[in-house]
């Protein structure tokens, strides 16, 4: 089974930011942000309440508050548009390019107009299911972005990750319901 599809400049933002969504050092990065800003506020509010400067007191009493429930908006928007600017610099040469994954007896044959690649189904490390995109991860670090829309429907895809399952033994991690957050 052969299917032929291209990859747009939205289908590397959603691989791009749910990776980063599963990182435990972004993670990390992200709760320190929300933290340790809002503590730094909250203690200068403080220190301010025992000089007797109660305005000043609730100035970094708001701030720390808004600081906390605002800041994962921001880096939440940061993170599109770093991405966004990082696929334009290093990947625009392959958006709209011809791609092209075939089933073979014992390898998953994968095609684009610079390269081939033949892996074996025992390479693969998991396959991810994220409603709009497949994603099958290989146990030397390349992952294959299986869009699912116009050009290529969700039945096609179904059918061929369920030949890709049977092949390899693994089975297929629902994250229908992840959104970037």
Do not use: C
Not at 35 to 51: E, H, K, N, Q, T
Not at 53 to 75: C, D, T
Not at 94 to 113: D, G, V, Y
Not at 147 to 165: A, L, Y
């Amino acid at each position: 089974m052969k299917i032929d599809y291209t990859l747009r400049k939205d289908d590397y933002l959603k691989f791009q930011l749910y990776t980063v969504a599963h990182s435990k050092q972004a993670r990390k990065r992200r709760q320190r942000s929300q933290i340790l800003l809002p503590i730094a506020y909250l203690l200068m509010g403080a220190s301010f309440l025992l000089l007797d400067n109660q305005i000043a007191a609730i100035v970094f009493g708001v701030l720390a508050i808004l600081w906390y429930f605002l800041i994962p908006l921001y880096i939440r928007n940061r993170y599109v548009k770093f991405y966004l600017r990082f696929n334009a610099e290093n990947y625009s040469e392959n958006f709209n390019q011809p791609l092209s994954i075939e089933i073979r007896s014992t390898i998953l044959h994968l095609t684009s107009p610079k390269s081939e690649s033949d892996i074996k189904f025992d390479a693969i490390a998991e396959i991810i299911d994220l409603g709009t995109h497949y994603l099958i991860k290989f146990t030397i670090g390349s992952v294959a972005i299986l869009p699912i829309n116009k050009e290529v429907g969700r039945n096609i895809w179904d059918e061929f990750i369920k030949s890709v399952v049977e092949k390899s033994g693994k089975s297929v991690y629902d994250k229908k319901d992840w959104t970037w957050r």
